[in-house]
């Protein structure tokens, strides 16, 4: 999944919300669920993610929601292969990318 999110320390639940093409419900249930997403809150007590959360976000959303795992399972496969879901995330986020630049030529040939 391609998150498309300007660079910028932190992140409002919405922004992250939108990137996704979740609910912001879903990002306060996930934060619950996965120790990994640790935000951080203001003084009026609205989470701000940070990149490392978005990153964290990826993975989360690439093997629940695209891999089909339950909760459980995710958890597990975190815990287990987290450094080689990350450089697998990074590999997948580098071809997207080049997707996405092949498109745009092609759209301007």
Same mark, same amino acid.
């Given at each position: 999944?391609?998150v498309n999110l300007?660079e ?5 639940i919405?922004?992250v919300?939108?990137a996704f ?9 996930? !934060?619950?669920e +996965?120790k990994v997403?640790k935000? *951080?809150?203001?003084a =009026?007590? &609205? ?12 993975l ?5 929601k !695209?891999?089909? +795992?339950?909760?459980d399972g995710? *958890?597990?496969?975190l =815990?287990k &292969? ?7 995330q ?5 071809l997207e990318?080049?997707?996405?630049e092949l498109?745009k030529i092609k759209?301007?040939?």
């Amino acid at each position: 999944m391609h998150v498309n999110l300007p660079e910028k320390r932190y992140y409002k639940i919405g922004e992250v919300a939108d990137a996704f093409g979740v609910n912001a419900s879903l990002i306060r249930f996930w !934060e619950k669920e +996965f120790k990994v997403i640790k935000p *951080k809150k203001n003084a =009026k007590g &609205n989470r701000l993610f940070t990149k490392e959360d978005i990153e964290n976000f990826k993975l989360i959303y690439n093997l629940v929601k !695209e891999r089909g +795992f339950t909760l459980d399972g995710a *958890k597990q496969k975190l =815990k287990k &292969n987290a450094h080689e879901l990350v450089s697998n995330q990074e590999i997948i986020t580098r071809l997207e990318s080049v997707k996405a630049e092949l498109l745009k030529i092609k759209n301007q040939l």
